[in-house]
């Protein structure tokens, strides 16, 4: 039992490190979220998805890195 509860803990540190690292990939975004989405409601995941989908939306409008950050994780 000890052993179950060490993976699942191993897991969710390993799950929230690799989260961490996936944001700092946004930063070519963070201009065009800035002019185009709804900060309101916080850095939230359904936050994110919605700016991601509002980008996507305006794609012409975004620089090139963003649209390779969108394609990447599967916006655009």
């Not at 699942?8 to 690292?21: D, K, M, Q």
């Not at 919605?50 to 649209?67: D, E, N, P, V």
């Amino acid at each position: 039992m000890k052993l179950l509860i060490a993976a699942c803990l191993l897991v969710g540190l390993s799950a929230t490190a690799a989260n961490a690292v996936d944001l700092a990939e946004l930063a070519p975004c963070r201009p065009a979220a800035a002019r185009f989405c709804d900060r309101s409601g916080g850095i939230t995941w359904n936050n994110l998805l919605r700016c991601g989908a509002t980008l996507a939306a305006h794609s012409w409008r975004i620089s090139s890195r963003c649209r390779a950050v969108l394609r990447k994780y599967g916006q655009l």
